[in-house]
């Protein structure tokens, strides 16, 4: 199918209504996800799509949908909807389900949500006169179908999103269960960050005929964000990260600290650890239930939390201005996730600063993140924990895609040098 393209919203056949949602956000340049998307599937194309989260994929297919279901308007059915988007985390589905109510917000159309760790009755109520949207994850939606809540049979435009990290989380027989009741006549719509085998098989069992759009993925660090890597012994990671911590909070303390973890018991065990050593910390990741991520977002963002300690998954989302400071306590599984976590500094224009810790070990992942970003992340040697020797080591580990120079920051001192009075942390 041929490829079509338009580079402004303007040029786009949509209708009044969205065009006037769009201004009122300032939108007027579509990213290449849209400009490529949009278009195809205004003509009813299925569509394989693979690209971060940060595209702009939610209003590549968030607009199509909302003008489809405008121009051929249908009685809802009880516990029916048209439209189903499934989504791996509850953070996403939340930002999901807010940009169709901002893009659709002149349209007549009714959305609800259904994810886990919340109450169930208000989801079935809110499916008993169906809908026009329904935003969930995989599991919630299977509970509601067991219990005879939802019927998938009205189903005419289905989206998986973020399908990698559906099969990472273990959702794929669960995927397969909801396709296998969806109508065989709809619009389907895949997206992935990768396209491993295991996703393209899945993609075939859903699509008919798609349109492929692939956006590569983003390379570049924000202009704004200061980012080094500071090489520590690992025993000394939660004293040089205290260090971090009080320099930040000694600067103004309206500034915001977000620390990521690789796992969910890592950052349980690294909140204690701060709270024992008198700094207001808390953490947010799949095992804490929605309310609780929620309550404890919002004071983040109010400053009544300053560090908030987060995993991958609970950290997609947020978008907090006065994050000032982003530490990588742990390296990420993934490169593209560097980008994507420095990202939550230097918000609305501000600066921001990105500290990674290296040790032994890790050096694969670090080139990686650096071959992604196509240079080499500046080392900050002026502190009390650097490590010549593990630099070192690092120097000689294989190279970066130009070469193996390093930059080399002046650093910080920090305004408490504790020296080893640590080792008793």
Known sequence: METITMDTFDAMP???????????????????????????????????????TGTGKTAAFALPILQLMHEKPRERQRKQMRALILTPTRELSIQVAKSFAEYGKYLNFRTALAYGGVAIKPQIEALREGLDILVATPGRLLDLQGQKQLDLRGVEFFVLDEADRMLDMGFIQDIRKIVGQLPKKRQSLFFSATLSPQITRLAGSILTDPVEVRIAPQETTAENVDHSVYFIDPARKLATLIDLLDDQLDKDDSHLSLIFCRTKSGADHLVSQLNQHDIPASAIHGDKNQNARQRTLDKFRKGRIPVLVATDVAARGIDIRDVTLVVNYDLPNEPEAYVHRIGRTARGGLKGRAVTFGIGGEFKELRAIEGLIKKPIPVETDHPYHDDGLMRRYQSFGSTSKGSSFASSPGRRNKRNRGTSFGKR
């Open 14 to 52: 949509l209708v009044e209504p969205l065009h006037q949602a769009l201004k009122d956000k300032n939108y007027t340049t579509p990213s290449p996800i849209q400009q490529e998307a949009i278009p195809q599937l205004l003509t009813g194309a299925d569509l394989l799509g693979s690209a971060q």
